[in-house]
């Protein structure tokens, strides 16, 4: 069985005559002749729908897959339970569209679940205004930080330096226009020093990025740093966790102006790294100055309640030139699988999710650093994720682990810090039992005494 048809010769020369042309080399005329190709496609024999099926299957075993493996990974994905209604959840016709939900007469399903996840951010950051979600974590900084830039008129922008990699990326990506000046916050104990930064905020500075907790998984002293940049004029933005924010103080309530970050850990697994929901919530000053979409709360002409969207910043608007978006669309879906989850476990589960991930993963790092040669850069408290100091490279470790014992031991450090090839990344959520964490303790060990 063969569901691909490919034309015949016959349809096709009745395809070139309707357009006007001999042949389809005359299709090819404005393509110069050396950039061409002169050979055939080496592609393999056509395959039928049930022998697809086998090979993909087949090739998709050399995956490693955290859903029947053990997963110690993480570096802003991680491997958290969900609740198996969410997966049914999100498939409600009332939350299918096609596109934006311009015309709230037909759209009110999806602008109700949308304001409703604003509403959890709100909850979440304690602060005044959310958007209706970001591409992800990464973009969300590079947004919150322009959002700065734009409102205080200052050009210096100071970024922790435990700020995930990654995200740093993206925030240069973002900022790398002349005139914008990136500097780094050092973080030589593991955290930002609020003595230095007292140093180093200038009357130029536009804000202060700090990840809490950061990408070693420890806390910063939010409390202290919150006091130094307030009065400075200067934005404290945030890159916060969703789940640590069950145990933590909210950002809003130690000064930051906008919260950002990544929610993946509450709505779909890690996948390949992606797709992701970025989530970003500020003051209501700063409330027409976000990206993308907000969903208000209105009512109509009989008084019945309803949304639509609202203060839309976006080029479809108003003129080009003053548009604060540089977001046109979202990760709705993502979003609401997010909602679903948050709905589902309520404060009390996600509470619950938060301390066992927490208990876990002080006693994972315990039970590692008794292991011979092990030793941990940085102290402080964590949440769920910790770094260790190997005493060989961690890359060749992590796939011997996976080799022997088909754990997926954490992310190498010489993936996020080229000078720290030895350093492992290790995250611990609430879905890793006691036995895994020996299983992974006793394989660690053994890859290293051997």
Known sequence: M??????TQKEEEVMLSRIGVASFEDLLEQIPKDQRLKKTLDLPFPLSESEL????????????????????LGAGYYDHDHPAAVGHMIQR???????????????????????EFQTAICELTGLDVANASLYDGGSACGEALWMALGETRRNKILVSEGL?????????????????????????????DPAELKSAITSDVAAVLVQHPNVYGLLEETGALGEVVQGTGAHLVASVDPVSLALLEPPGSWGATTAI??????????????????????????????PGRIVAE??????????????????????????????????NLVALAMLISLSLMGPVGLREMAELSLRKAWRARERLLKIPGVTAPFAGPFFREFLLELPRD????????YRREGILAGVP???????????????VTEKRTDDEVEQYAAALEGVLAS
């Not at 779909?268 to 209501?284: D, W």
């Open 93 to 115: 016709s009332e939350f299918a569209t096609a596109y934006t939900p311009y015309q709230a007469e037909v759209s009110q399903g999806t602008l109700a679940s949308i304001f």
């Open 298 to 331: 209105a009512t109509d002409t009989r008084g019945q309640r309803g949304f639509v969207l609202t203060l839309q910043t976006r080029e479809q608007h108003i003129r080009r030139a003053k548009a604060t978006s540089n977001i046109c669309t979202n990760s």
């Open 53 to 72: 099926k086998g090979l993909f299957n087949k090739l998709s075993r050399k995956n490693y897959d955290a859903a029947v493996v053990p997963s110690f």
């Open 261 to 290: 970050g990544e929610g993946q850990s509450l709505a779909i697994s890690p996948s390949y790294g992606g797709p992701a929901i970025g989530f970003m919530a500020t003051r209501s000053s700063m409330m027409r100055r976000m």
């Open 413 to 427: 450090g010489a993936r996020l810090w080229k000078d720290h090839p030895n350093r492992l990344l290790v995250a």
């Open 164 to 192: 995930n990699p990654c995200w740093r990326r993206v925030v240069e990506t973002y900022l790398g226009t002349p005139g914008v000046v990136l500097e780094t916050l050092p973080s030589l104990k593991g955290r930002v």
């Open 2 to 7: 063969n569901h691909c048809v490919g034309h």
């Open 394 to 401: 961690a890359e060749e470790v992590v796939l011997e682990i």
